[in-house]
């Protein structure tokens, strides 16, 4: 498989540079993720469609959006190409790394010559990795109880797959690697954690054979030099992709019941590496070189064809909104960053917090930041965790999601709306954003409305102890008694209440 040379004029999905105004039925039927929005996994990522609508008609061109909890950054470009300036915050260094991809984006033309130039350093070397006993280069290892059962290989041409039987020289082979160090990126911190499958003691080498580290350790040299924006998207091609290059992609056996699909013979496929660290005892171990071809391929087809806008990205927490930058992107507790925000400054507050007891963030972005070099501050993380020794239970979120709340109200501008993303089904979880308006005296709760996404859109999130739906739980910032007055394009939105959700 070679890199798809870039066409003219590809599609580039929502990040076309122009963006038409958002009506209520768009929300109805998002666009599911896919180009730029579906190249990373990230967990709960929210439909842009309600989230360019709330920033269109709750902001004017040049007020200041504001996400406090980023993740996957969607929202920032979103503001941008509507004139807004724009705070993201998010403790997760990746977040960051992510979001700032996605307002520097490399076009697919330099990046199509970046892959052709790394292919030529490292294609070779790895794939000498992966030879065969046949002097083949293998692309998958069907493993199974600590023995390789299969080996796969391409044939040059045809779709199927040729399926030889590993020989003691295949072993040998894979044996050089064992105990690899890697030299690009950190081990792994890991807590307790039976829901997400990880223990203290877990390693790189746990998660990745020495065979894979090495390679990705010459993919990640091979990119050191290039300048930046072109340099993070070939290293987030390759956390995009590091799943696949573990020892987390299951081996999916008889799908379809009956050993049979079609009336053919079932065959294993290849699935891929789910929410958590599960280490299947028969997995596959895949060509590394193929994983990274394979995410860069798709990344290619969603990049820009033309030098996109890129926006100076200012990191200073303490420099948010005093210096005259468009956009902050702050890797920091948001509790602290919020310090160093003037009072009244923000117009929207559009956010999707942590749910409660649903996704560890900081804990599942573990492998991403490890082959980033990022270190990662888990204690200031706002979440509930299985994992007892990090003492995050429900009732600090709440008091912790209260502190965050009290800080927004005073750096929000009087009139200033939040827009709160959220699902839980336990009366706990619901505490802070039932409270609010007591605690803070100056938020009323006006309303909320259900989401809806796309129905070709995997939800990438834990449904465990979630309602059917995620809510916009909305709120504005007013002292006056009229403060609940409603402007219609909320209660336009379809199914909207201005009652708190029944937890179904
Ligand atoms: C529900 S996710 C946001 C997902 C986002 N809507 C998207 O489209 O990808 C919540 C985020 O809150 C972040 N977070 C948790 N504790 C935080 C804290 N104390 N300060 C800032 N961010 C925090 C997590 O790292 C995670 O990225």
Request: charged residues 25%.
């Amino acid at each position: 498989m070679a890199f798809s040379a870039p066409l003219e004029a590809t599609q580039t999905d929502l990040f076309s540079e122009t963006s038409a105004p958002i009506k209520t039925e768009d929300m109805l039927a998002p666009e599911s993720y896919t180009g730029l929005s579906g190249f990373h996994k990230y967990w709960g990522k929210k439909p842009t469609e309600s989230l360019s609508y709330l920033i269109e008609n709750l902001t004017e061109e040049g007020d200041i959006v504001m996400d406090p909890f980023l993740g996957s950054g969607l929202i920032s470009r979103e503001a941008l190409l509507r004139n807004r300036r724009f705070i993201g915050i998010d403790i997760n260094p990746f977040s960051i790394e992510h979001s700032t991809f996605l307002l520097n984006l490399p076009s697919n033309k330099e990046y199509y010559k970046a892959l052709l130039e790394i292919e030529l350093r490292v294609a070779k070397e790895i794939n000498e990795t992966y030879k065969t006993s046949e002097d083949r280069v293998a692309s998958h290892f069907l493993w199974e109880e600590n023995k390789i059962a299969s080996i796969w290989i391409k044939p040059e041409t045809g779709r199927n797959r040729i399926e030889i039987s590993p020989t003691q020289e295949d072993f040998i082979q894979f044996e050089k690697y064992n105990g690899y160090s890697p030299r690009n990126f950190r081990n792994l911190t890991f807590f307790t954690n039976s829901r997400i499958n990880v223990k203290p003691t877990m390693s790189v080498n746990d998660i990745f054979t020495g065979r894979a580290m090495h390679n990705i350790d010459l993919i990640i040299d091979a990119i050191s030099n290039y300048p930046t924006h072109i340099k993070r998207a070939l290293l987030l091609t390759l956390t995009s992709s590091s799943g696949q290059m573990s020892n987390m992609v299951f081996a999916i056996k008889n799908r379809g019941g009956n050993g049979k699909r079609n009336g053919v013979e079932n065959k294993i496929e290849v699935g891929s590496w789910v929410i958590g660290y599960w280490l299947p005892e028969t997995h596959f171990e895949i060509n590394v070189w193929n994983c990274y071809k394979s995410r860069a391929n798709k990344l290619l087809k969603a990049l820009p064809d033309h030098d996109s806008k890129c926006y100076s990205v200012s990191n200073d927490h303490s420099k948010i909104i005093l210096d005259n930058s468009d956009v902050w992107l702050v890797n920091s507790d948001c509790r602290k960053a919020l310090r160093s925000i003037p009072d009244e400054s923000v117009t929207l507050v559009c956010t999707d917090p942590p749910h409660s007891d649903r996704v560890p963030y900081l804990e599942l972005s573990e492998m991403w930041n490890s082959i980033l070099g990022y270190n990662v501050e888990f204690s200031d993380e706002i979440v509930v965790s299985n994992a007892k020794e990090r003492l995050k239970s429900k009732s600090i979120y709440n008091s912790e999601m209260t502190e965050f709340f009290l800080e927004t109200a005073r750096v929000l501008k009087k009139d200033g709306f939040i827009a709160l993303y959220f699902n839980a089904r336990d009366e706990e979880s619901w505490q802070y954003l039932k409270c609010i308006e007591s605690t803070s005296g100056t938020l009323k709760f006006i309303g909320c409305f259900p989401m809806v996404y796309s129905a070709t859109s995997v939800v990438q999130d834990n449904r465990k102890g979630a309602m059917k739906s995620d809510y916009v739980i909305v709120y504005r910032k007013s002292n006056e008694t009229n403060g609940r007055i409603l402007p219609d394009f909320l209660t336009k939105i379809a199914n909207w209440s201005t009652t708190f959700p029944e937890k179904a």
